[in-house]
C-alpha cells in the first residue's frame, strides 16, 4: 500500500529522487517519514513531512540538512525525497513510512524499500 521507488546506483555528488505512492484503503496517512538502513546498522529517519497541513512542514536529520528535501503532491497521493550531493555514506535502502498523527509518531505503514548505492 506504500509504494517506494526511484533507487539506484549514483556517483558521489549526483542526486536522486525517491518516490513513495499511497494506494489502496490508506485513509489516515497524516505524515510521511523517510528512512534508511544501512548494512549492519540500524534503521534510521532522514526526514518527514506533515501531508495533512497547509504548509507540509519538514524536518530533516542533520546528516541530510541541506542536501536531502522532502515534497509532495497530495493530487497524486506522493511524496518525495531529493537527494543532491550525495554521498558514500548515503548508501542504504529507503524507506517510507506513514504516520496517522504528526512526525513525532511510528510509521503504522511502510513501503518495500529501494536501494540506493552511491559509488564511483
Known amino acids: 500500500q506504500l509504494q517506494a521507488s526511484g533507487g539506484g546506483l549514483v556517483q558521489p555528488g549526483g542526486s536522486l529522487r525517491l518516490s513513495c505512492a499511497t494506494s489502496g484503503t490508506i485513509f489516515s496517512i497524516n505524515a510521511m517519514g523517510w528512512y534508511r538502513q544501512a548494512p549492519g546498522k540500524q534503521r534510521e529517519r532522514v526526514g518527514c513531512?506533515?501531508?495533512?497541513?497547509?504548509?507540509?512542514?519538514?524536518s530533516y536529520a542533520d546528516s541530510v540538512k541541506g542536501r536531502f528535501t522532502i515534497s509532495r503532491d497530495n493530487a497524486k497521493n506522493t511524496v518525495y525525497l531529493q537527494m543532491n550531493s550525495l554521498k558514500p555514506e548515503d548508501t542504504a535502502v529507503y524507506y517510507c513510512?506513514?504516520?496517522?498523527?504528526?512526525?513525532?509518531?511510528?510509521?503504522?505503514?511502510w513501503g518495500q524499500g529501494t536501494l540506493v548505492t552511491v559509488s564511483s
Open positions: 513510512g506513514g504516520m496517522g498523527g504528526s512526525c513525532q509518531g511510528v510509521p503504522g505503514y
Open positions: 513531512i506533515a501531508i495533512s497541513s497547509s504548509d507540509g512542514r519538514t
